[in-house]
Protein backbone atom coordinates (compact mmCIF):
# COMPACT_ATOMS: atom_id res chain seq x y z
CA UNK A 1 0.00 0.00 0.00
CA UNK A 2 2.71 2.52 0.96
CA UNK A 3 4.97 1.22 -2.16
CA UNK A 4 1.73 2.26 -4.12
CA UNK A 5 0.85 5.67 -2.80
CA UNK A 6 4.67 6.51 -3.28
CA UNK A 7 5.31 5.97 -6.55
CA UNK A 8 2.97 8.40 -8.11
CA UNK A 9 4.85 11.05 -6.19
CA UNK A 10 7.79 10.21 -7.02
CA UNK A 11 6.57 10.55 -11.06
CA UNK A 12 5.44 13.98 -10.40
CA UNK A 13 9.02 14.97 -8.47
CA UNK A 14 10.57 13.42 -11.65
CA UNK A 15 8.24 14.93 -14.49
CA UNK A 16 8.86 18.56 -12.35
CA UNK A 17 11.86 19.28 -10.60
CA UNK A 18 11.90 20.68 -7.52
CA UNK A 19 14.65 23.72 -7.35
CA UNK A 20 13.36 27.19 -7.98
CA UNK A 21 15.89 27.54 -10.91
CA UNK A 22 14.80 24.93 -13.35
CA UNK A 23 11.02 25.49 -12.59
CA UNK A 24 11.20 29.24 -13.27
CA UNK A 25 13.19 28.53 -16.78
CA UNK A 26 10.32 25.84 -17.99
CA UNK A 27 7.88 28.67 -17.30
CA UNK A 28 9.52 31.46 -18.74
CA UNK A 29 10.00 29.13 -21.81
CA UNK A 30 6.72 28.23 -21.87
CA UNK A 31 5.05 31.84 -21.82
CA UNK A 32 7.30 32.78 -24.30
CA UNK A 33 6.53 29.62 -26.42
CA UNK A 34 2.73 30.70 -26.28
CA UNK A 35 3.17 34.00 -26.37
CA UNK A 36 4.70 33.55 -29.79
CA UNK A 37 1.87 31.54 -30.74
CA UNK A 38 -1.36 33.78 -29.64
CA UNK A 39 0.54 36.23 -30.88
CA UNK A 40 0.98 34.82 -34.58
CA UNK A 41 -2.93 33.98 -34.34
CA UNK A 42 -3.85 37.24 -33.55
CA UNK A 43 -1.67 38.93 -36.31
CA UNK A 44 -2.55 36.15 -39.14
CA UNK A 45 -6.82 36.50 -38.09
CA UNK A 46 -7.36 40.07 -39.63
CA UNK A 47 -4.24 40.05 -42.01
CA UNK A 48 -6.54 37.38 -44.20
CA UNK A 49 -9.28 39.41 -44.30
CA UNK A 50 -7.74 42.85 -45.09
CA UNK A 51 -5.67 40.85 -48.42
CA UNK A 52 -9.13 38.97 -49.56
CA UNK A 53 -10.16 42.43 -49.31
CA UNK A 54 -7.27 44.09 -51.60
CA UNK A 55 -7.01 41.90 -53.96
CA UNK A 56 -10.86 42.05 -54.73
CA UNK A 57 -10.89 45.90 -55.30
CA UNK A 58 -7.50 45.27 -57.41
CA UNK A 59 -10.20 43.07 -59.84
CA UNK A 60 -13.16 44.99 -59.78
CA UNK A 61 -10.31 48.19 -60.96
CA UNK A 62 -9.21 45.81 -63.55
CA UNK A 63 -12.81 44.98 -64.59
CA UNK A 64 -13.91 48.81 -64.37
CA UNK A 65 -10.92 49.71 -66.71
CA UNK A 66 -11.81 47.21 -69.21
CA UNK A 67 -15.54 48.13 -69.35
CA UNK A 68 -14.64 51.61 -69.71
CA UNK A 69 -13.10 50.66 -72.91
CA UNK A 70 -15.91 51.89 -76.01
CA UNK A 71 -13.99 50.07 -78.73
CA UNK A 72 -14.90 47.09 -76.44
CA UNK A 73 -18.59 47.48 -76.15
CA UNK A 74 -19.05 48.32 -80.02
CA UNK A 75 -17.07 45.04 -81.30
CA UNK A 76 -19.39 42.73 -78.53
CA UNK A 77 -21.72 44.17 -80.44
CA UNK A 78 -20.67 44.12 -84.31
CA UNK A 79 -18.41 41.04 -84.36
CA UNK A 80 -18.71 37.37 -83.61
CA UNK A 81 -16.99 35.55 -80.57
CA UNK A 82 -13.67 34.02 -82.08
CA UNK A 83 -10.65 33.29 -80.65
CA UNK A 84 -8.80 35.98 -82.91
CA UNK A 85 -11.82 38.43 -82.86
CA UNK A 86 -11.18 42.07 -81.65
CA UNK A 87 -12.52 41.45 -78.25
CA UNK A 88 -9.97 38.92 -77.46
CA UNK A 89 -7.13 40.45 -78.36
CA UNK A 90 -8.00 43.79 -76.29
CA UNK A 91 -8.73 41.50 -73.28
CA UNK A 92 -5.55 39.96 -73.64
CA UNK A 93 -3.60 43.09 -73.92
CA UNK A 94 -5.02 44.48 -71.01
CA UNK A 95 -4.64 40.78 -69.00
CA UNK A 96 -0.91 40.84 -70.15
CA UNK A 97 -0.18 44.41 -69.35
CA UNK A 98 -2.12 44.19 -65.32
CA UNK A 99 -1.26 40.86 -64.68
CA UNK A 100 -4.49 39.49 -64.19
CA UNK A 101 -5.09 36.19 -64.48
CA UNK A 102 -8.04 36.22 -66.66
CA UNK A 103 -10.13 38.75 -68.04
CA UNK A 104 -13.75 37.43 -69.51
CA UNK A 105 -16.23 39.69 -71.99
CA UNK A 106 -19.31 38.15 -71.82
CA UNK A 107 -22.71 39.23 -73.30
CA UNK A 108 -25.77 39.67 -72.29
CA UNK A 109 -26.61 35.75 -72.55
CA UNK A 110 -23.54 34.78 -70.68
CA UNK A 111 -21.72 33.61 -73.87
CA UNK A 112 -18.16 34.21 -73.23
CA UNK A 113 -15.91 36.81 -76.23
CA UNK A 114 -12.63 36.37 -74.39
CA UNK A 115 -10.87 33.69 -72.16
CA UNK A 116 -7.17 32.88 -71.58
CA UNK A 117 -8.35 29.38 -72.72
CA UNK A 118 -9.76 30.08 -76.84
CA UNK A 119 -11.46 26.66 -76.78
CA UNK A 120 -13.54 28.14 -74.23
CA UNK A 121 -14.77 31.64 -76.39
CA UNK A 122 -18.56 30.81 -77.10
CA UNK A 123 -19.28 28.71 -74.20
CA UNK A 124 -21.35 30.30 -71.10
CA UNK A 125 -19.12 31.35 -67.89
CA UNK A 126 -19.46 28.60 -65.08
CA UNK A 127 -21.03 31.27 -62.75
CA UNK A 128 -24.18 33.67 -62.79
CA UNK A 129 -23.47 37.23 -64.41
CA UNK A 130 -27.19 37.98 -63.09
CA UNK A 131 -26.13 40.97 -60.63
CA UNK A 132 -23.12 42.32 -63.29
CA UNK A 133 -25.96 42.41 -66.01
CA UNK A 134 -28.81 43.92 -63.81
CA UNK A 135 -26.11 46.99 -63.25
CA UNK A 136 -24.64 46.21 -60.14
CA UNK A 137 -20.56 45.78 -59.63
CA UNK A 138 -19.63 42.28 -57.33
CA UNK A 139 -16.27 41.41 -55.88
CA UNK A 140 -15.88 37.76 -54.33
CA UNK A 141 -13.66 34.92 -53.79
CA UNK A 142 -14.50 32.02 -55.28
CA UNK A 143 -13.39 28.75 -56.95
CA UNK A 144 -13.74 28.46 -60.55
CA UNK A 145 -12.49 27.00 -63.58
CA UNK A 146 -8.79 28.17 -63.31
CA UNK A 147 -9.02 27.42 -59.35
CA UNK A 148 -9.17 30.31 -56.45
CA UNK A 149 -9.15 33.47 -57.30
CA UNK A 150 -10.47 37.27 -56.38
CA UNK A 151 -13.19 38.32 -59.01
CA UNK A 152 -14.38 42.02 -59.53
CA UNK A 153 -17.90 41.86 -61.93
CA UNK A 154 -18.37 45.27 -63.74
CA UNK A 155 -21.29 45.73 -65.98
CA UNK A 156 -20.39 46.78 -69.66
CA UNK A 157 -22.72 49.55 -71.39
CA UNK A 158 -22.53 51.05 -74.82
CA UNK A 159 -22.25 54.59 -75.97
CA UNK A 160 -25.74 55.01 -75.23
CA UNK A 161 -25.06 53.58 -71.67
CA UNK A 162 -27.12 50.66 -72.25
CA UNK A 163 -25.97 47.43 -70.83
CA UNK A 164 -24.56 44.90 -73.66
CA UNK A 165 -22.71 42.57 -71.25
CA UNK A 166 -20.30 42.00 -68.35
CA UNK A 167 -16.54 41.73 -67.66
CA UNK A 168 -15.24 39.60 -64.99
CA UNK A 169 -11.61 39.73 -63.86
CA UNK A 170 -10.23 37.30 -61.80
CA UNK A 171 -6.86 37.32 -59.98
CA UNK A 172 -5.13 34.31 -59.01
CA UNK A 173 -5.19 34.08 -54.73
CA UNK A 174 -3.75 31.69 -52.84
CA UNK A 175 -5.22 31.77 -48.69
CA UNK A 176 -3.20 33.34 -46.17
CA UNK A 177 -3.31 29.95 -44.67
CA UNK A 178 -1.96 27.97 -48.04
CA UNK A 179 0.64 30.78 -47.87
CA UNK A 180 1.62 30.27 -44.36
CA UNK A 181 2.24 26.69 -44.94
CA UNK A 182 4.47 27.93 -47.80
CA UNK A 183 6.21 29.73 -45.21
CA UNK A 184 6.34 27.78 -42.24
CA UNK A 185 10.16 26.85 -42.92
CA UNK A 186 10.75 30.52 -43.35
CA UNK A 187 8.86 31.03 -40.13
CA UNK A 188 10.53 28.05 -38.20
CA UNK A 189 13.75 30.12 -38.40
CA UNK A 190 12.49 33.47 -37.06
CA UNK A 191 10.70 31.50 -34.53
CA UNK A 192 13.88 29.53 -33.50
CA UNK A 193 16.12 32.62 -32.76
CA UNK A 194 13.30 34.47 -31.18
CA UNK A 195 12.78 31.43 -28.91
CA UNK A 196 16.94 31.38 -28.66
CA UNK A 197 16.72 34.85 -27.08
CA UNK A 198 14.22 33.91 -25.05
CA UNK A 199 15.63 31.14 -23.78
CA UNK A 200 18.95 33.11 -22.82
CA UNK A 201 17.24 36.06 -21.02
CA UNK A 202 14.82 32.78 -19.25
CA UNK A 203 18.20 31.67 -18.24
CA UNK A 204 19.84 34.80 -17.07
CA UNK A 205 17.24 35.59 -15.03
CA UNK A 206 16.68 32.24 -13.28
CA UNK A 207 20.76 32.13 -12.38
CA UNK A 208 19.35 35.37 -10.83
CA UNK A 209 16.66 34.47 -9.32
CA UNK A 210 18.52 31.01 -8.40
CA UNK A 211 21.40 33.26 -6.32
CA UNK A 212 18.65 35.59 -4.93
CA UNK A 213 16.60 32.60 -3.37
CA UNK A 214 20.17 30.36 -2.59
CA UNK A 215 18.78 27.66 -5.31
CA UNK A 216 16.03 26.39 -2.31
CA UNK A 217 13.06 24.48 -3.79
CA UNK A 218 9.35 26.55 -3.92
CA UNK A 219 8.27 24.23 -0.67
CA UNK A 220 11.45 25.15 1.29
CA UNK A 221 10.61 28.84 0.81
CA UNK A 222 7.43 28.16 2.00
CA UNK A 223 8.38 26.34 5.07
CA UNK A 224 10.55 29.04 5.75
CA UNK A 225 8.67 31.66 5.81
CA UNK A 226 6.30 29.45 7.79
CA UNK A 227 8.66 28.95 10.33
CA UNK A 228 10.04 32.37 9.89
CA UNK A 229 6.36 33.54 10.85
CA UNK A 230 6.28 31.05 14.01
CA UNK A 231 9.40 32.48 15.14
CA UNK A 232 9.03 36.08 15.04
CA UNK A 233 5.19 35.50 16.60
CA UNK A 234 6.87 33.22 19.68
CA UNK A 235 9.54 34.61 20.55
CA UNK A 236 9.58 36.95 23.90
CA UNK A 237 12.09 39.98 22.19
CA UNK A 238 10.23 42.17 20.04
CA UNK A 239 10.95 42.62 16.61
CA UNK A 240 9.90 45.91 14.04
CA UNK A 241 11.14 45.79 10.98
CA UNK A 242 11.46 48.51 8.68
CA UNK A 243 11.62 49.16 4.79
CA UNK A 244 13.98 51.37 2.89
CA UNK A 245 11.37 54.36 3.31
CA UNK A 246 11.85 54.05 6.62
CA UNK A 247 8.21 52.51 7.34
CA UNK A 248 7.38 50.15 9.62
CA UNK A 249 6.48 46.33 7.53
CA UNK A 250 6.52 44.19 10.46
CA UNK A 251 5.68 44.11 13.83
CA UNK A 252 5.47 40.94 15.99
CA UNK A 253 3.40 39.85 18.84
CA UNK A 254 6.10 40.88 21.58
CA UNK A 255 6.54 44.56 19.97
CA UNK A 256 2.90 45.07 19.59
CA UNK A 257 2.89 44.59 23.60
CA UNK A 258 6.00 46.39 24.39
CA UNK A 259 5.36 49.51 22.66
CA UNK A 260 1.41 49.05 22.95
CA UNK A 261 0.67 49.25 19.06
CA UNK A 262 -1.38 47.30 16.95
CA UNK A 263 -1.71 46.19 13.43
CA UNK A 264 -2.61 49.42 11.96
CA UNK A 265 1.22 50.27 12.76
CA UNK A 266 2.18 48.57 9.28
CA UNK A 267 2.73 51.15 6.65
CA UNK A 268 3.43 54.19 9.23
CA UNK A 269 6.82 55.66 10.12
CA UNK A 270 7.96 55.41 13.79
CA UNK A 271 7.22 58.98 14.13
CA UNK A 272 3.77 58.24 13.09
CA UNK A 273 3.13 55.42 15.21
CA UNK A 274 4.55 55.97 18.52
CA UNK A 275 4.62 59.81 18.33
CA UNK A 276 7.69 62.06 18.36
CA UNK A 277 10.77 60.84 21.26
CA UNK A 278 13.22 58.60 21.97
CA UNK A 279 11.51 55.54 20.99
CA UNK A 280 11.33 56.85 17.71
CA UNK A 281 14.13 58.35 17.22
CA UNK A 282 16.00 54.89 18.08
CA UNK A 283 13.73 52.85 15.93
CA UNK A 284 14.44 55.25 12.79
CA UNK A 285 17.90 55.30 13.11
CA UNK A 286 18.28 58.72 14.77
CA UNK A 287 20.53 57.46 17.37
CA UNK A 288 22.80 55.11 16.53
CA UNK A 289 25.16 52.72 19.32
CA UNK A 290 24.01 49.56 20.73
CA UNK A 291 21.67 48.19 23.88
CA UNK A 292 20.17 51.85 23.45
CA UNK A 293 17.93 52.59 26.81
CA UNK A 294 14.71 53.80 25.70
CA UNK A 295 11.28 54.73 28.33
CA UNK A 296 7.87 53.56 26.76
CA UNK A 297 4.80 54.13 29.10
CA UNK A 298 5.81 52.52 32.22
CA UNK A 299 8.63 50.20 30.46
CA UNK A 300 12.16 50.61 30.39
CA UNK A 301 13.44 49.17 26.77
CA UNK A 302 16.46 48.07 25.71
CA UNK A 303 17.03 48.53 21.61
CA UNK A 304 18.98 47.34 18.81
CA UNK A 305 18.75 48.39 15.21
CA UNK A 306 20.56 46.32 12.39
CA UNK A 307 20.31 47.59 8.96
CA UNK A 308 19.90 45.03 6.09
CA UNK A 309 20.97 44.88 2.24
CA UNK A 310 17.77 46.16 0.89
CA UNK A 311 17.90 49.79 2.29
CA UNK A 312 15.78 49.06 5.57
CA UNK A 313 16.55 48.11 9.72
CA UNK A 314 15.25 45.43 11.99
CA UNK A 315 15.35 46.83 15.49
CA UNK A 316 15.04 44.56 18.72
CA UNK A 317 13.61 45.24 21.32
CA UNK A 318 13.94 43.58 25.44
CA UNK A 319 11.75 44.72 28.33
CA UNK A 320 14.75 45.68 30.56
CA UNK A 321 11.59 46.74 33.68
CA UNK A 322 12.67 43.44 35.72
CA UNK A 323 16.26 43.46 35.42
CA UNK A 324 15.94 47.96 36.05
CA UNK A 325 13.53 46.50 39.15
CA UNK A 326 16.43 44.03 40.10
CA UNK A 327 19.03 46.69 40.24
CA UNK A 328 16.65 49.61 41.71
CA UNK A 329 16.49 46.10 44.91
CA UNK A 330 20.25 46.12 44.10
CA UNK A 331 20.93 49.87 45.23
CA UNK A 332 18.15 49.95 48.12
CA UNK A 333 20.06 47.09 49.20
CA UNK A 334 23.29 49.06 49.15
CA UNK A 335 21.45 52.21 50.87
CA UNK A 336 20.79 50.12 53.35
CA UNK A 337 23.98 48.91 53.61
CA UNK A 338 25.62 51.89 53.78
CA UNK A 339 22.86 53.56 56.14
CA UNK A 340 23.49 50.88 58.49
CA UNK A 341 27.31 51.02 58.24
CA UNK A 342 27.13 54.55 59.12
CA UNK A 343 24.76 54.03 61.97
CA UNK A 344 27.15 51.23 62.83
CA UNK A 345 30.03 53.75 62.45
CA UNK A 346 28.37 56.67 64.99
CA UNK A 347 27.05 54.12 67.02
CA UNK A 348 30.44 52.90 68.22
CA UNK A 349 31.51 56.54 68.35
CA UNK A 350 28.84 57.10 70.35
CA UNK A 351 29.55 53.73 73.03
CA UNK A 352 33.35 54.67 73.29
CA UNK A 353 32.23 58.58 74.31
CA UNK A 354 29.80 56.43 76.45
CA UNK A 355 32.33 54.11 77.93
CA UNK A 356 35.03 57.20 78.70
CA UNK A 357 32.23 58.94 80.88
CA UNK A 358 31.84 56.10 82.94
CA UNK A 359 35.54 54.99 83.25
CA UNK A 360 35.75 58.77 84.43
CA UNK A 361 32.74 58.10 86.73
CA UNK A 362 31.65 60.96 85.16
CA UNK A 363 27.77 59.39 85.80
CA UNK A 364 25.47 62.64 85.00
CA UNK A 365 27.36 63.63 82.30
CA UNK A 366 27.12 59.43 80.74
CA UNK A 367 23.22 60.45 81.52
CA UNK A 368 22.87 63.78 80.13
CA UNK A 369 24.65 62.37 76.68
CA UNK A 370 22.91 59.35 76.60
CA UNK A 371 19.23 61.51 76.88
CA UNK A 372 20.50 63.56 73.93
CA UNK A 373 21.48 60.99 71.94
CA UNK A 374 18.00 59.40 72.05
CA UNK A 375 16.38 62.70 71.93
CA UNK A 376 18.33 63.67 68.54
CA UNK A 377 16.78 60.03 67.07
CA UNK A 378 13.51 60.96 68.33
CA UNK A 379 13.01 64.19 67.03
CA UNK A 380 14.76 63.54 63.56
CA UNK A 381 11.82 61.09 62.78
CA UNK A 382 9.48 63.17 64.49
CA UNK A 383 10.11 66.55 62.80
CA UNK A 384 9.28 63.96 59.16
CA UNK A 385 6.81 62.33 60.66
CA UNK A 386 4.46 65.59 61.39
CA UNK A 387 5.32 67.35 58.05
CA UNK A 388 4.47 64.10 56.07
CA UNK A 389 2.18 61.40 57.17
CA UNK A 390 2.20 59.22 54.55
CA UNK A 391 4.26 56.28 56.40
CA UNK A 392 6.12 55.27 53.15
CA UNK A 393 7.56 58.44 52.27
CA UNK A 394 8.31 59.76 55.42
CA UNK A 395 10.49 56.44 56.22
CA UNK A 396 11.94 56.55 52.59
CA UNK A 397 12.99 60.68 53.89
CA UNK A 398 14.36 59.17 57.06
CA UNK A 399 16.37 56.96 55.37
CA UNK A 400 17.84 59.05 53.21
CA UNK A 401 18.90 61.34 55.49
CA UNK A 402 20.88 58.89 57.01
CA UNK A 403 22.65 57.80 53.86
CA UNK A 404 23.09 61.56 52.91
CA UNK A 405 24.59 62.53 56.54
CA UNK A 406 27.27 59.49 56.20
CA UNK A 407 28.08 61.12 52.20
CA UNK A 408 28.27 64.36 54.45
CA UNK A 409 25.35 65.94 53.26
CA UNK A 410 22.69 67.87 55.10
CA UNK A 411 18.88 66.65 54.44
CA UNK A 412 16.21 68.96 55.27
CA UNK A 413 12.40 68.65 55.31
CA UNK A 414 11.06 71.99 54.41
CA UNK A 415 9.24 74.03 56.50
CA UNK A 416 6.72 74.75 54.37
CA UNK A 417 6.11 71.11 54.09
CA UNK A 418 2.61 69.13 54.71
CA UNK A 419 1.22 66.36 53.23
CA UNK A 420 -1.61 64.09 54.38
CA UNK A 421 -1.92 60.66 54.52
CA UNK A 422 -4.83 61.04 51.55
CA UNK A 423 -2.07 59.87 48.35
CA UNK A 424 -3.73 57.98 45.34
CA UNK A 425 -0.25 56.19 44.13
CA UNK A 426 2.15 56.63 47.75
CA UNK A 427 4.30 54.56 45.22
CA UNK A 428 4.86 56.43 42.67
CA UNK A 429 5.68 59.21 44.64
CA UNK A 430 8.13 57.19 46.74
CA UNK A 431 9.82 56.42 43.05
CA UNK A 432 9.50 60.57 42.26
CA UNK A 433 11.09 61.64 45.64
CA UNK A 434 13.69 59.01 45.70
CA UNK A 435 15.40 59.77 41.91
CA UNK A 436 14.91 63.38 42.85
CA UNK A 437 16.75 63.60 46.03
CA UNK A 438 19.60 60.85 44.94
CA UNK A 439 20.05 63.15 42.25
CA UNK A 440 20.58 66.12 44.61
CA UNK A 441 22.63 64.28 46.88
CA UNK A 442 25.38 62.67 44.08
CA UNK A 443 25.37 66.66 42.86
CA UNK A 444 26.50 68.38 46.03
CA UNK A 445 28.21 65.49 47.54
CA UNK A 446 32.13 66.71 48.54
CA UNK A 447 31.24 70.09 48.03
CA UNK A 448 31.03 72.75 50.59
CA UNK A 449 27.91 73.10 52.90
CA UNK A 450 26.13 70.13 51.16
CA UNK A 451 22.64 70.85 51.66
CA UNK A 452 19.53 69.22 49.97
CA UNK A 453 16.15 70.51 50.68
CA UNK A 454 12.67 68.58 50.40
CA UNK A 455 9.12 70.49 50.49
CA UNK A 456 6.28 68.37 49.79
CA UNK A 457 2.79 70.43 49.66
CA UNK A 458 -0.35 69.50 49.26
CA UNK A 459 -2.62 72.04 47.15
CA UNK A 460 -6.52 70.99 47.09
CA UNK A 461 -5.91 67.72 45.33
CA UNK A 462 -2.75 68.22 43.92
CA UNK A 463 0.76 67.42 44.79
CA UNK A 464 3.72 69.81 44.76
CA UNK A 465 7.18 68.26 45.45
CA UNK A 466 10.54 70.16 45.12
CA UNK A 467 13.68 69.68 45.86
CA UNK A 468 16.28 72.12 46.06
CA UNK A 469 20.43 71.63 46.32
CA UNK A 470 23.29 73.56 46.80
CA UNK A 471 25.74 72.16 43.86
CA UNK A 472 26.39 73.81 40.53
CA UNK A 473 23.24 73.61 39.01
CA UNK A 474 22.18 73.44 35.36
CA UNK A 475 23.35 75.21 32.56
CA UNK A 476 20.00 76.51 30.71
CA UNK A 477 20.97 75.17 27.91
CA UNK A 478 20.46 71.50 29.12
CA UNK A 479 17.35 71.49 31.19
CA UNK A 480 15.32 69.87 28.93
CA UNK A 481 18.20 67.38 27.61
CA UNK A 482 18.30 65.91 31.46
CA UNK A 483 14.89 64.83 30.67
CA UNK A 484 16.33 62.52 27.76
CA UNK A 485 16.55 58.82 27.84
CA UNK A 486 20.14 57.62 28.20
CA UNK A 487 21.28 61.65 29.07
CA UNK A 488 24.17 61.30 31.98
CA UNK A 489 27.13 63.06 32.95
CA UNK A 490 28.18 60.44 35.05
CA UNK A 491 29.46 56.78 34.68
CA UNK A 492 27.34 54.26 34.16
CA UNK A 493 27.15 51.66 37.40
CA UNK A 494 27.82 47.69 36.55
CA UNK A 495 24.81 46.38 36.61
CA UNK A 496 22.77 49.06 34.81
CA UNK A 497 22.81 52.03 32.92
CA UNK A 498 22.20 55.77 33.92
CA UNK A 499 19.81 58.40 32.48
CA UNK A 500 16.76 57.21 33.06
CA UNK A 501 16.22 57.81 36.53
CA UNK A 502 14.76 61.68 35.58
CA UNK A 503 12.93 60.56 32.57
CA UNK A 504 11.05 58.48 34.42
CA UNK A 505 9.96 60.92 36.39
CA UNK A 506 8.90 63.18 34.06
CA UNK A 507 6.94 60.33 32.61
CA UNK A 508 5.34 59.26 35.72
CA UNK A 509 3.87 62.82 36.36
CA UNK A 510 2.58 63.44 32.40
CA UNK A 511 1.03 60.45 32.50
CA UNK A 512 -1.21 61.82 35.57
CA UNK A 513 -1.19 64.81 33.83
CA UNK A 514 1.31 66.72 35.68
CA UNK A 515 4.89 68.53 34.72
CA UNK A 516 8.28 68.01 35.76
CA UNK A 517 10.66 70.55 35.31
CA UNK A 518 13.93 72.17 36.61
CA UNK A 519 15.30 75.50 37.51
CA UNK A 520 17.58 77.65 39.70
CA UNK A 521 17.31 77.55 43.27
CA UNK A 522 17.30 80.89 45.30
CA UNK A 523 20.84 80.09 46.76
CA UNK A 524 22.07 78.76 43.73
CA UNK A 525 22.33 75.18 42.94
CA UNK A 526 19.13 73.34 40.84
CA UNK A 527 15.27 72.92 41.75
CA UNK A 528 13.47 70.09 40.74
CA UNK A 529 9.64 70.94 40.58
CA UNK A 530 7.18 68.40 39.97
CA UNK A 531 2.94 68.97 39.70
CA UNK A 532 1.16 65.79 40.53
CA UNK A 533 -2.53 66.87 39.66
CA UNK A 534 -5.08 64.70 41.15
CA UNK A 535 -2.77 63.22 43.58
CA UNK A 536 -4.94 63.20 46.72
CA UNK A 537 -8.37 61.53 47.50
CA UNK A 538 -10.69 64.44 48.89
CA UNK A 539 -10.82 64.77 52.47
CA UNK A 540 -12.32 62.18 54.15
CA UNK A 541 -12.05 59.68 51.02
CA UNK A 542 -10.09 55.96 52.00
CA UNK A 543 -7.19 56.50 49.85
CA UNK A 544 -6.93 53.77 47.16
CA UNK A 545 -4.25 52.70 44.73
CA UNK A 546 -4.81 53.78 40.87
CA UNK A 547 -2.82 54.03 37.79
CA UNK A 548 0.20 52.16 36.42
CA UNK A 549 3.18 52.44 38.91
CA UNK A 550 7.06 52.19 37.95
CA UNK A 551 7.68 48.88 40.59
CA UNK A 552 5.61 45.74 40.71
CA UNK A 553 2.59 45.46 43.04
CA UNK A 554 4.25 43.17 45.39
CA UNK A 555 7.51 45.11 45.32
CA UNK A 556 8.57 47.25 48.48
CA UNK A 557 9.09 50.47 48.11
CA UNK A 558 12.58 51.28 46.23
CA UNK A 559 13.43 53.95 43.94
CA UNK A 560 15.26 54.39 40.63
CA UNK A 561 18.94 55.97 41.53
CA UNK A 562 19.88 56.90 38.07
CA UNK A 563 21.95 60.05 37.19
CA UNK A 564 20.48 62.11 34.57
CA UNK A 565 22.86 65.06 35.04
Known sequence: MSMSSTAPARRLRLGLPRRVFSQVLLMQLAIAAGVAVLATGLFLAPLGDQLDDQAMRRALAIAQTTAQQPQIAHDLSSTAPTPDGPVQRDAERIREATGAEYIVVLDRRGVRWSHTDPQRIGGKVSTDPGEALAGHEVMEIDEGTLGRSARGKVPLRDHDGEIVGAVSVG??????????????????????????????????????????????????????????????????????????????????????????????????????????????????????GTDLLTVRGPRVLVANRMP??????????????????????????????????????????????????????????????????????????????????????????????????????????????????????????????????????????????????????????????VVRDTGPGIPPEQRELIFTEGWSTKESPAHRERGIGLPLVRRLAERQGGSAKVGEAPGGGAEFTVVLPEALTEPGAQPTLTGAPVAAADEEPRTVKEESR
Open 171 to 288: IAYDSVRARLIHAIPGLFAYAGGALAVGALAAWLISRRVQRQTRDLAFSDIAALLAEREAMLHGIREGVVALDRTGRIRLLNDEAQRLLGLGEEAVGRSPDEALGAGRTADVLAGRVA
Open 308 to 465: TDDGGAVATLRDRTELDRLGRELDSTRGLIDALRAQDHEHANRMHTLLGLLELELYDDAVEFVGEVVGDHRATSEQVTEKIRDPLLAALLVGKATVAAERGVALWVSDRTRLPDRLIDPRGLVTVVGNLVDNAVDAVAGTPHARVEVEARAEGRTAVL
